[in-house]
């Protein structure tokens, strides 16, 4: 595991997605194709920003993301279809795939589609964020580190769900769903590499936890530091405790 510092939001973005651009060419020409996650929310505005300006093939690279509130229309402001698709794919040439959760029908049969895919595309380079809480997609704590399935429907925790209202996404609790389909934290783990980019000094605690403290389901990120080809992407708000 690896650690980058830089000044602020924009410099971490900046370093991370030309990371992750750096990565996704090199497998393009080695393998031909690139298999990728992406995360959305507040913590990947400035990462995918500078990933769309990167000379890199799309029509060689298939996407999947991370997680989608059950129940939420594509066309309510905190969908992260939505954020996806006006974000990324309408800015770059057209992708050889996009796998995008649909939280809107069966939440079980949505979390089998996925699991067939993804388990035929192994996935080369993750794009991922931490939470307030520790969270890893939507795998608050305690999360699920055994489980073999690649996606799941997980319950939201009151903080996590606070977040995603403190961020504007929603403007009451009460407005957040109660549940969602998240990868799991072993597939994200099966990721060849992980760029995991968390700026701002209201993750710093979360940060501290995942970097310092002993793996546990309780620090859902802290399963990171097990990974063998993970680099955390960190501004000097995110990362004021670190010792």
């Known amino acids: 595991m690896n650690i980058i510092r830089s000044k602020g939001p924009k410099e971490l973005g900046l370093a991370a997605g030309k990371a992750a651009a750096t990565l996704i060419n090199q497998c393009i020409r080695e393998r ?6 992406l995360a959305t929310g507040t913590s990947q505005f400035e990462t995918i ?3 769309i300006q990167e000379s890199i093939d799309w029509s060689k690279v298939t996407m999947f993301h991370l997680d989608e509130y059950i129940g939420m229309p594509l066309t309510h402001p905190a969908s992260f279809r939505k954020y996806l698709k006006e974000r990324f794919l309408a800015k770059v040439q057209p992708l050889k795939a996009a796998y995008l959760i649909n ?3 069966d939440a079980e049969e949505e979390c089998q589609r996925l699991a067939a895919l993804i388990r035929e595309h192994p996935i080369d380079v993750a794009l991922v964020g931490i939470g307030e809480n520790g969270h890893l997609a939507f795998n608050d704590p305690p999360a ?5 399935e690649p996606y799941l429907i997980v319950d939201l925790d009151e903080p996590c769900r606070m977040q995603q209202m403190g ?9 957040v769903p109660k549940q969602a389909i998240s990868m799991s934290v072993k597939q994200i783990c099966k990721s060849k590499h992980i760029i995991c980019s968390v700026p701002d000094r209201r993750k710093a605690q979360a940060v ?3 970097l310092e403290r002993e793996v546990s389901n309780q620090y859902p990120a802290s399963i990171l530091q097990t990974h063998p080809h993970c680099t955390f992407y960190l501004d000097e708000a995110a990362a004021a405790l670190l010792t």
Not at 32 to 37: T, V
Not at 167 to 175: H, Q, R, S, V
């Open 49 to 51: 920003n500078q990933l």
């Open 103 to 105: 939280g809107e029908g």
């Open 208 to 210: 501290k936890d995942s």
């Open 32 to 37: 031909g194709e690139a298999n990728i996650i």
């Open 167 to 175: 961020e504007g996404w929603f403007n009451a609790l009460d407005e």
């Open 144 to 148: 699920d580190f055994d489980t073999e």
